[in-house]
């Protein structure tokens, strides 16, 4: 089992790359979702890392696959610019996932 890496910069696939996790660039939601469902077909990969930027781009497809999927797991990580995430997200996530309001 393996990470793959879909990335909105050539900054995050080369540190990435360094690291042994090869991945691709790619820039407008049309590519974000032909490399996710590349990537979810492929058998050994279990986690996916995605930046900020590209779940951005198809919030709704992702967070589908995030509840429905057990494999592979897909990871948001903050590109070079930071964490744009607001302080709920997660509660949020979990809320939906599980049904109840915490």
Do not use: W
């Amino acid at each position: 089992m393996r990470f793959y890496l879909i990335s909105d910069n050539i900054d995050t696939q080369l540190g990435m790359r360094l690291a042994g996790i090869e991945g691709v660039v790619v820039h407008t939601e049309e590519e974000v979702r032909r490399e996710l469902e590349k990537a979810i077909a492929t058998e050994d990969i279990a986690v996916i890392l995605m930046t900020e930027i590209l779940v951005k781009l198809c919030p709704e497809m992702i967070y589908e696959l995030k509840l429905s999927c057990s494999r592979p797991l897909i990871v948001e990580i903050p590109d070079r610019h930071g964490n744009g995430r607001t302080k709920d997200s997660i509660t949020r996530y979990v809320q939906d996932a599980i049904g109840i309001k915490l």
